[in-house]
């Protein structure tokens, strides 16, 4: 799809999405423990480079709740210019991971860990919105409710615009009229006018200086282009379009440099509001544009409008994107999966809601699909016959490191007649460990004084076998 493709609709998701950003930045700066400027200049110049350099068009990127949860003890204990530092380098490492491309680890990521970093974003965006409502009296639910109202009926009339936009500008409306006492945008932080500016960290560069940010910044790595390429394969899901992980990769690192030169924190793809986007029409980079053009118009021309915004519209539209995100049919369909991808699910959830971090969320379920398969792998079995005083042992299943000890036990070695064969027509040897075990059992065998023949190894188990070192006489 080109830039222009669905100019309407873009732009009018663009400026939706922008608006929303603005109370997503402020709040996301207070968590890192900085300026709410910090934030919105992170979004701000995200949005712009990623519009051009990303590989997922439609997606939206910048400063990000995730990302924010990792740097508050960097900047408590060495301020803000380290933080810059630490923003440009984890931009370096993710530019590198790229070019290594590294995108296609993404493809190990199973459906049950998918699922399971989808709903637990959808619990932890309606979450997030629930501090909003502390001190406030009836009228901040009378306002979300209007905002939902709206939201969810205004598409059965029309669709010319997005429905989250028309709400958060009708209850903005209703609430500036009314006079209303309720929390907005403009309590959240102070909002300057001013335009970011290259500035170059303030920061010693040494060796010290390094090691101070280097682990911070390799998770800020990690942790955002996890985010990024979890969120791209959702929004490809959604489009029914495929995107270039690899050039994301590199796209989210140019983006976290740039933001690092002017003031902003490290940032990376926004499920909520990339959503946001989906749900409102947008579809091209165009809108992804928007959304960090539109942003800094906010603020500078816009600021003393944006403030007046109340929270209660901004959180109608969070709760609206928490609901789309869970994947209702999950639920629905949780009986009928397998036990262990389920469990796989559900364990993602805990650990994210646990730790409040997608990232580790993901790993948790990942290590434990990969040990779910390895259990069902480690299965092998052996089936024996006599033939003209030739023992056969006909190997089926795997062989690597989880079922090597079953293998070798599997043999009768004082009971066998003096030829043995082993076929391994129906197995594949994939690791040190097996070839290590196929060498055990042949010793085993000759110091009894009995021979062995290896047969029906297949092409790669051979290759594997002749290259570590093994004395067989494979036939076929």
């Not at 009296?137 to 209007?146: H, Q």
């Not at 282009?225 to 995107?243: C, F, G, P, R």
Request: with cysteine; proline share 3%; charged share 10%.
């Amino acid at each position: 799809m080109g830039w222009f493709s669905n100019p309407r609709h873009d732009i009018l998701s663009g400026l939706t999405v922008a608006i929303a950003l603005i109370p997503e930045a402020i709040a996301f700066s207070l968590i890192a423990g900085v300026s709410p400027m910090v934030g919105l200049y992170a979004s701000f110049s995200i949005a712009i480079v990623i519009a051009f350099a990303g590989g997922r068009p439609g997606m939206i990127s910048a400063a990000t709740g995730a990302m924010a949860l990792l740097i508050g003890g960097l900047v408590k204990d060495h301020g803000v210019e380290y933080l810059f530092a630490a923003t440009i380098l984890a931009g370096v490492l993710q530019f590198i991971m790229g070019v290594l491309k590294l995108g296609r680890l993404i493809n190990f990521v199973p459906h049950s860990v998918m699922t399971g970093f989808v709903n637990s974003l959808g619990i932890l965006i309606f979450f997030t919105q629930l501090k909003y409502f502390e001190g406030q009296s009836w009228i901040m639910y009378g306002l979300v409710a209007l905002t939902l109202a709206i939201i969810y009926i205004l598409p059965k009339f029309t669709k010319a615009v997005p429905a989250a936009l028309v709400a958060i500008i009708v209850v903005s409306i209703f609430s500036v009229v009314m006079n209303f006492n309720v929390k907005t945008v403009g309590d959240l932080g102070s909002i300057t006018n001013t335009l970011p500016v290259f500035h170059l960290p303030i920061i010693s560069f040494s060796m010290e200086t390094l090691l101070i940010i280097l682990p911070y910044s390799l998770s800020l790595a990690v942790v955002g282009l996890l985010e990024s390429l979890l969120t791209a394969s959702l929004i490809d899901d959604i489009t029914n379009t495929s995107s270039n992980k690899n050039r994301e990769m590199k796209g989210q690192g140019l983006a976290n440099m740039v933001t690092g030169f002017f003031g902003g924190m490290a940032g990376c793809a926004m499920i909520g509001q990339s959503m946001v986007n989906m749900k409102s029409g947008g579809r091209t980079r165009l809108s992804t544009l928007v959304s960090g053009v539109g942003l800094l118009f906010l603020i500078m021309v816009l600021g003393s409008v944006v403030k007046q915004i109340p929270m209660a519209a901004l959180v109608g539209v969070m709760i609206m994107v928490s609901i789309t995100t869970f994947d209702w049919s999950s639920l629905r369909s949780l009986h009928k999966i397998p036990r262990t991808d389920a469990l796989v699910m559900l364990v993602t959830v805990v650990t994210v809601l646990a730790t409040h971090n997608l990232s580790i969320g993901v790993l948790v379920g990942v290590l434990l699909s990969a040990l779910a398969f390895a259990w069902k792998m480690a299965k092998i079995h052996m089936i024996t016959e006599l033939r003209a005083s030739v023992k056969i042992y006909t190997v089926s299943g795997q062989m690597f490191f989880g079922t090597v000890t079953h293998f070798v036990n599997e043999f009768h070695y004082e009971d066998d007649p003096d030829a043995i064969t082993i076929d391994f027509s129906n197995s594949h040897v994939w690791d040190h460990s097996a070839v290590n075990a196929i060498s055990k059992v042949i010793s085993k065998y000759e110091q009894l004084d009995k021979k062995v023949n290896i047969m029906g190894l297949n092409k790669e188990s051979l290759q594997l076998v002749e290259k570590i070192g093994l004395s067989v006489s494979n036939s076929h």
